[in-house]
């Protein structure tokens, strides 16, 4: 159950626009998503508003009724603050709880391959429309604005990918004109110092960044950071981790860290399981480090772990093309930050063994020695 | 008859160049590039209005001591690599050529381009890949 946030009756979401009305299909389609917000939250009472604060930036999540905070919240709570006025608006929805659906979106409609959950995007100067068709998740955010809402068919029955990483879109087109980056990228460090840990999905991320919270390193998150580069900061986004069977063993968790959904097929290979960094290791999850080094980790055999320099370019290799196909913008200048970054820090190629305290080990010693 | 003029096929890749290693991200397959050696050169001259082949071993030939056909050869086949992977297409109009940096002074050894290519991102693109649409095209049908 998420922290019991304010509610309020008066539609906080809707701001008269100051910036001159376009013809622009997604800012209509985006002004009849907000009425569809408006309708659902006196449906549910009123906004249940929860103010966060998102690498450094204050946002207000405004959502109808509780049965949205309730699935969307726990992975924030690591960075809930006091209300203040806030930069950022994100209302939230779901059709089950409160029997409103959004409007329908204004183009063909997209058909899901099983299996699989191909995402359309609509994109304007202003707006941009993302519909999962596998999951029925909707985000559509006015980035001028700073204001997004976002819809789930049924708040109960949340996709596995959704709680691991929920609002990831909304926060991306939210925070890219604020020059924070969205990047698949993990976060672990000392005293505020750190290391990026780079990678596709199943080259090690997880289990390492996991590995050195166990060893005592703080950590920001094992899969997603909002990046900023000038000077290179990763900040917290959710506080879940996902992790293979295999890993969890390897780690030494017990059933009582694994989220109680247990292990469930993941789009991109093996099955995985939520597991909450902030109850795993109390203390050390952080809202943001320093970022001296990339590290990019390759399971092997080895009987010990080996790190070796490896070019920018290749750090890049390794970092951008899962961040740049996830988010899939043409005109997002997301891959020039990421350019900026492998030019400001070194990066690594670490050979993992099998002994996570071992590689925890050697990544300690490298934050330890960038001064 | 002029030669067929080529440019960086802008509206499906995105490209970022670090330390004479150009990344090319596919974002319509999944697909991403590596270009370096002399690549980066080529590419550059594929920026904007883009440039011809001809164009491409003039600028080359200028910059780097090799034999023509050493050049010749390795242009043809670098750009057949790229139009091939569809990173560049033609490009309408004539227009000024442009010429790859470093091609007054003294020659430097010929590195002939080298174009990697690598999919490991492809599967996992295919599993959730974001489709652009606009009001004309509509909204995307994936392929079965």
Known sequence: MAEAGRVVSAVTLSQPAPLPIQNDPGLDYLESLRGALDLAASAAGGFVEHDLEVAGVPLRLSCAGDAMPDVLLPPFEHLATEARPPELRIGVFDTASTGVEPPPLPWPPLHATPGANPVARFESDRVCVLAAAGTGALTAADQAMGEAVFHLPDASRIPSSERAAPLREALHLLMAPRRRWLTHAGAVGRDGRGALLIGRGGSGKSTLALSCALAGMEIVADDYVLLETRPPVAHAMQSTAKLTEGSAVRLGLGREAIDPAGFEPTLEGPAKALVEIRTLVPGLIRRRLEIGALIAPVVTDLPEPALEPISPAHGLRALAPSTILQTGSRSSPVLGALGELVRAAPSFELALCPDPAANATVVAELVDGLG | MSEARARINAENVVHET????????????????????????????????????????????????AEPDAIETAVSDFLARLRENELIVAAEGDAAPTTANGANGAREPFAPPVFERYTDMKDYFLLDPIHEVSPEVGWPKPAA
């Open chain 2, 18 to 65: 670090v330390d004479g290693e150009v990344i090319v991200i596919d974002l319509s397959s999944g697909a991403y590039f590596s270009l370096s050696g002399s690549g980066p050169a080529v590419w550059e001259m594929m920026l904007g209005t883009g440039a011809t082949a001809a164009e491409v071993r003039a600028a080359l030939g200028a910059r780097y001591e």
